[in-house]
Antibody, heavy 118, light 107 residues
């Protein structure tokens, strides 16, 4: 069955760029919408944005100026870059698939924790 | 942004109990409401989409109802595997937003 696995550095310094990758296994990344979602400790989930495998994107306005999402269909991966991070960006980051395009998520990864600290 | 308010934030229940969790939107979202189950360290799981549609493979003891601003997730007979955190998510408009979660614990 299709599985998602997030990966990337667990520690990022303030003002630097957070880079994460989501690898899709046992299935194709093509023709679906893919989102990044995060959850700071003790807080609710925050949608970061989504992209279609054609390259079209839709970002949360609260993060739009700092976010870039991209896809590499040859590797079955999609990626998140978040620039100029601060402690407020410390969270567990999830990738998720939107199978229908109707903005809900039928498949998630387990999440990867990221701490922003010097 | 649409605010999603879930209640209660936690509850204690016994196996076999009927459990109800509510989610309220700050404005009408029609039927664009989805429910997930999350166990710590595991991938969240879609239970209900568009307010009342049961995701494939999800047991029928889970059901959803509501429209407009008020929604409910019901577990008709709580099973040991159901102890987890449940959260709602509106898909009416971006930015997508989530409820704060309800932790269901063993009584």
């Amino acid at each position: 069955q299709v599985q998602l696995q997030e990966s990337g550095p667990g520690l990022v310094k303030p003002s630097e760029t957070l880079s994460l990758t989501c690898t899709v296994s046992s299935g194709s990344i093509s023709s679906y919408y893919w989102s990044w979602i995060r959850q700071p400790a003790g807080k609710g989930l925050e949608w970061i944005g989504r992209m279609f495998t054609s390259g079209s994107t839709n970002y949360n306005p609260s993060l739009k100026s700092r976010v870039t999402m991209s896809v590499d269909t040859s590797k079955n991966q999609f990626s998140l870059k978040l620039t100029s991070v601060t402690a407020a960006d410390t969270a567990v980051y999830f990738c998720a698939r939107d199978y229908t395009g109707w903005y809900y998520f039928d498949l998630w990864g387990r999440g990867t924790p990221v701490t922003v600290s010097s | 942004d649409i605010q999603m308010t879930q209640s209660p934030s936690s509850l204690s229940a016994s196996v076999g109990d009927r459990v109800t969790i509510t989610c309220r939107a700050s404005q009408s979202i029609s039927s664009s409401l989805n429910w997930y189950q999350h166990k710590s360290g595991k991938a969240p799981k879609l239970l209900i989409y568009t307010a009342s549609s049961l995701q494939t493979g999800v047991p029928s003891r889970f059901s959803g109802s509501g429209s407009g601003t008020d929604f409910t997730l019901t577990i008709s007979s709580l099973q040991p595997d159901d102890f987890a955190t449940y959260f709602c998510q509106q898909s009416d408009r971006t930015p997508l937003t989530f409820g704060g979660g309800t932790k269901v614990e063993i009584k």
